[in-house]
């Protein structure tokens, strides 16, 4: 958890433009044991999530070399991302929930 902490905070950093005019959320990291290898699941609030992991590709050098500099691991795991559309499918089951209730209402009232 500590490295997807850690990229939530860098990622701020990213100058690239897919991701620094997007609004990403780092949701979780899921590190291989060895540490060589990190899979990164990230969330897109505003922007393309494909141009946001595009750009998120692009920058993974820079990624893990701040990843580096912050963390006192043995090995600075390579970075691979994952859109996650966990947050999207939230949100899109509570607005079904909510229409279901506006027409339980209305049903109600009649």
């Known amino acids: 958890m500590e490295v997807a902490h850690e990229l939530g905070e860098v990622i701020r950093n990213v100058k690239d433009p897919r991701v620094k ?10 590190v291989t044991r060895d540490l060589k290898f990190a ?20 920058a993974s050098a820079f990624l893990r070399l701040a990843l580096a500099q912050r963390l006192n691991l043995r090995n600075t795991p390579e970075l691979s991302f994952v859109h996650d559309r966990s947050a999207e499918h939230g949100a899109h089951i509570a607005e079904v929930l909510r229409k279901l209730q506006t027409n339980e209402s209305k049903t109600d009232e009649a």
């Open 21 to 30: 005019n997007a609004f990403v959320t780092i949701n979780a990291a899921k």
């Open 39 to 58: 899979k990164i699941y990230f969330g897109v609030i505003t922007g393309d999530p494909e141009e946001v992991q595009k750009g998120l590709e692009s």
